[in-house]
């Protein structure tokens, strides 16, 4: 909580007196690594890493230890520790998989190395899917398409029905070229793993586009409430121009599965092309909220080393600019729509689109000409500072603050207007009463 608050000299001495009560307490140990590196202090992250080895000696220590040099870009450091982590936890598969992408984002990359490292990992780890996928990617980053089936098969029989290596095995085959032998095996994975909705969804898309519908409606009997399956529907919806229907079905995608980004930036591609600005505001700021962290084409973007301090917002931008370029690029993005893809606050993005817009207005001539006419009409405040007669606190043309509030003004109008007529009555009535 101090730290949130910007409090980080009080937050370092709660984790100081925290150390003193449970020294082997990985938590207390890579709370205080996080503090010092999200505050730029990477020396001090180091010496705490190095401490925190000596003292708790967990496989997460050792991977944070690896990941802090690989994000400083000191490859032959990161691979050093990775190689003594694993002398010390030789069956963490996630050690493994870190060692191999260092090798790939080497520059140039040093594939081969990375791929002895994924063979050598898995003679550990068999049963670690994720680090068949890292495998077989290497391979078919070099085209060995061959080499990647072999894997691909070995993979299977240690780990029967896992979808993702099948649906891996189809996409070898359509990067080969041989769309006749994906179909084939997207038969047999659908038999190995038939309410598979990343598969289902998989097997809609490579349908021809009249057949696409009908598998649909297959996809959804075996998987009604996969969001995968969910989402495949909604893109058909968003072919046929069915706006309607195409955003209620993607609203549905991440209301079943909030963590699947994947979802969130189909959506927010579609908004892009045919939602308004509003529209396009609620898709960012409920991914914002759910903090999405699945989906295959969402995770190959999102955790590259240049996005692991990028914002929520910032991360998904950066997923659609990839994946679904046209739709990014076919309008000009709403002012507030483009700051708040850029990380601002959603209300100092609120309020500097507001000024952005009255300038513009302003200097086009549009805005309050004649400096007197606004003078009492609005008085700028950055935060409530309570309720003022005759005025409304809320983010208008001229950004946020106090506007003089219409309703108000109507109600005195109409005050006014019953005394002027009350006025002559009573005057009339207290002549009478003085002749009398």
């Given amino acids: 909580q101090k730290w949130l608050r910007g409090d980080v000299a009080s937050?370092?001495?709660?984790?100081?007196?925290?150390?003193?009560?449970?020294?082997?307490?990985?938590?207390?140990?890579?709370?205080?690594?996080?503090?010092?590196s999200e505050n730029n202090e990477i020396q001090r992250s180091r010496l705490l890493l190095a401490r925190a080895r000596q003292q708790c000696n967990t496989p997460k220590v050792w991977m944070q230890s690896v990941q802090l040099e690989r994000e400083q870009g000191l490859f032959q450091q990161a691979l050093h520790l990775c190689e003594e982590g694993l002398k010390e936890h030789p069956t963490y598969p996630k050690m493994w998989m870190i060692g191999g992408q260092i090798y790939m984002e080497k520059s140039p990359p040093e594939l081969i190395e990375a791929a002895k490292f994924f063979e050598r990992g898995l003679q550990k780890c068999p049963r670690s899917v994720p680090l068949w996928m890292c495998s077989v990617e290497c391979e078919i980053r070099q085209q060995k398409f061959t080499?990647?089936?072999?894997?691909?098969?070995?993979?299977?029989?240690?780990?029967?029905?896992?979808?993702l290596l099948w649906l891996k095995g189809v996409e070898v085959e359509m990067l080969d070229g041989s769309e006749r032998l994906a179909h084939h095996l997207m038969s047999k994975a659908l038999q190995e793993c038939p309410t598979s909705g990343v598969l289902w969804a998989k097997a809609v898309e490579l349908e021809p586009k009249q057949g696409q519908n009908a598998k649909s409606v297959d996809a959804l009997k075996k998987c009604e409430?996969?969001?995968?399956?969910i989402i495949s529907v909604a893109k058909l919806f968003w072919r046929d121009a069915k706006n309607a229907k195409a955003r209620k079905w993607f609203n549905r995608a991440v209301t079943l599965n909030p963590r699947l980004g994947d979802a969130?930036?189909?959506?927010l591609g579609f908004e892009l092309e045919h939602g308004t600005a509003h529209e396009q505001r609620e898709?960012?700021?409920?991914?914002?909220?759910?903090?999405?962290?699945?989906?295959?084409?969402?995770?190959r973007i999102v955790k590259r080393v240049p996005n692991w301090r990028s914002k929520w917002a910032v991360k998904l931008k950066r997923f659609v600019e990839e994946t679904y370029p046209i739709e990014f690029n076919l309008k000009t993005l709403n002012r507030e729509v483009e700051l708040l893809l850029q990380g601002e606050d959603?209300?100092?993005?609120?309020?500097?689109?507001?000024?952005?817009?009255?300038?513009?207005?302003?200097?086009?001539?549009?805005?309050?000409?004649d400096e007197d006419a606004s003078r009492g009409f609005f008085e700028p405040a950055s935060s409530f500072q309570g309720a003022k007669p005759g005025f409304a606190f809320k983010m208008g043309p001229r950004g946020l603050g106090y506007y003089r509030d219409s309703k108000q003004e109507g109600v005195k109008g109409e005050k006014k207007e019953k005394l002027e007529k009350v006025e002559p009555v009573v005057k009339e009535e207290e002549k009478k009463d003085d002749k009398k």
């Fill in 147 to 163: 080499k990647a089936r072999s894997l691909l098969e070995k993979g299977r029989l240690r780990n029967p029905g896992a979808e």
């Fill in 346 to 369: 959603p209300y100092a993005a609120m309020a500097a689109a507001a000024e952005a817009e009255a300038a513009e207005r302003e200097e086009s001539g549009e805005g309050v000409k």
């Fill in 283 to 299: 898709v960012i700021r409920k991914c914002v909220d759910a903090e999405p962290n699945q989906g295959s084409d969402w995770n």
């Fill in 264 to 267: 969130w930036g189909a959506y």
């Fill in 11 to 36: 937050a370092r001495r709660i984790l100081a007196e925290a150390f003193s009560h449970s020294k082997e307490s990985e938590a207390i140990h890579l709370a205080a690594v996080k503090l010092e």
């Fill in 225 to 229: 409430n996969d969001a995968h399956v």
